[in-house]
């Protein structure tokens, strides 16, 4: 069966610190991946998504990146965090064409 | 590009009826999806409409109409463990497939 995992569940950072969240399934290949970002009672922001190793496609400019260094790990990413990045961060994979999305255990990122 | 509108906040009593509406703009999709999410969780997948037509699962169903660009999530015989937030999604037939969610609907399921 598959699985998704992300990294850490929890998260205190400074501004301007750099930021490293990290998710991967296992149990299937090639999976579309994507962040996302959801504030305190809101809808969920699509950040990234990927289609393959080297596929990325951005949503929204900001100073967040991601990679995908593997095709079943999608890593989200900055060099310096600011206190408007602060929310939950969810990763997310559907199989091509598949109608579903499961999602990730999400990381609750505070930049104090 | 694609939106998705739904009501923010839904209030019912136990053992009552909700249907959280959604409407939508889109160049393309394959169905329409609902997902449950309880605070501080991760969403889960509700069900799937890629007809037209209503989809049934347990005490939820969905609707799907194509033409209208409209669909609706039903929930019945409504439990205190429904409060959660439940999005609508889509998925865009574009090369790229990406998921798009709707701002999503607060349920409040009161005694």
Not at chain 1, 64 to 92: V, W
Not at chain 2, 51 to 72: A, H
Request: net charge negative.
């Amino acid at each position: 069966s598959q699985t998704i995992h992300q990294w850490p569940a929890t998260l205190v950072q400074p501004v301007g610190s750099p930021l490293s969240l990290e998710c991967t399934v296992e149990g299937t290949s090639n999976p579309n991946l994507y962040w996302y970002r959801q504030a305190a009672g809101r809808g969920l922001q699509l950040l990234f998504y990927s289609v393959g190793i080297g596929q990325i496609s951005s949503e929204v400019p900001q100073n967040l990146s991601a990679s995908r260094p593997q095709d079943r790990q999608f890593i989200l990413s900055s060099k310096k965090l600011l206190l408007s990045d602060s929310g939950f961060y969810l990763c997310a994979w559907s199989a091509d064409r598949n109608t579903e999305a499961f999602f990730g255990q999400g990381t609750r990122l505070t930049v104090v | 590009g694609q939106s998705l509108e739904q009501p923010s906040e839904v209030t019912a009593v136990e053992g009552a009826i909700v249907q959280i509406n959604c409407t939508y703009q889109t160049s393309g999709f394959y169905g329409l999806s609902w997902y449950q999410q309880h605070d501080g969780g991760a969403p889960t997948f509700l069900s799937y409409n890629a007809l037209d037509g209503l989809e049934e699962t347990g005490r939820f169903s969905s609707f799907l109409s194509r033409s209208d660009s409209y669909g609706y999530l039903l929930l019945q015989e409504l439990q205190m463990k429904d409060s959660a937030s439940y999005f609508c999604a889509v998925r865009s037939t574009d090369s790229w497939g990406k998921f798009q969610f709707g701002a999503g609907t607060q349920v409040v399921v009161t005694p």
